[in-house]
């Protein structure tokens, strides 16, 4: 979840839409509701529940949400929504997604997430270290960066960011 304090509205929205979602093997990352002239936008980012996976895989490629899973979350989103009366009689646009790119990695499941990706990882005191996540527990993370691969515990990482690649240098043409 995100590190902002949640409204109480965002709170509940939070728990009706994991319940609604929990069955679909997602798991929510985040909430928002914010104003939008005479609606409220709300804002959910949905991710894998890795709890599925098999006990001590810390290597396996996660798939990304497809776009029908994403759409059958959306329809089980908005139903639980208005059948709990969550949003009021005020209209909202409800907006459903994964989170992209751009989303710092801050948790060890966002790192177990991304194996397989290119990510720059920064460190205090030390270089940033940028490299392909070969595997991630909930202590640290494997980086290759081409030459070796190094162990970096999630509590020594202050930033982490995936790097976009739009030619895999290890990729068949």
Do not use: W
Not at 60 to 67: K, R
Not at 133 to 161: C, F, L, P, W, Y
């Amino acid at each position: 979840m995100s590190a902002r304090e949640r409204t109480s509205r965002e709170a509940t929205v939070l728990t009706d839409v994991a319940a609604a979602v929990q069955p679909l093997g997602l798991v929510v990352e985040d909430v928002s509701v914010t104003p939008a002239g005479k609606r409220r936008l709300v804002r959910i980012l949905l991710d894998t529940d890795l709890s599925e996976l098999a006990d001590g895989d810390h290597s396996s490629i996660v798939e990304p949400l497809s776009l029908d899973a994403v759409a059958e979350a959306t329809r089980a989103v908005g139903e639980a929504l208005d059948a709990a009366g969550t949003m009021g009689e005020q209209a909202y646009v409800l907006e459903v997604s994964s989170p992209g790119t751009d989303r710092p990695l801050t948790e060890a499941r966002h790192f177990r997430r991304n194996v397989g990706r290119l990510v720059r990882l920064d460190r205090p005191e030390q270089e940033s270290l940028t490299g392909r996540i070969e595997s991630s527990d909930d202590d640290a993370v494997v980086v290759n960066d081409g030459q070796e691969s190094v162990r970096v515990d999630h509590a020594a990482i202050t930033k982490g960011m995936v790097q976009l690649e739009f030619n895999r240098a290890d990729e068949e043409n």
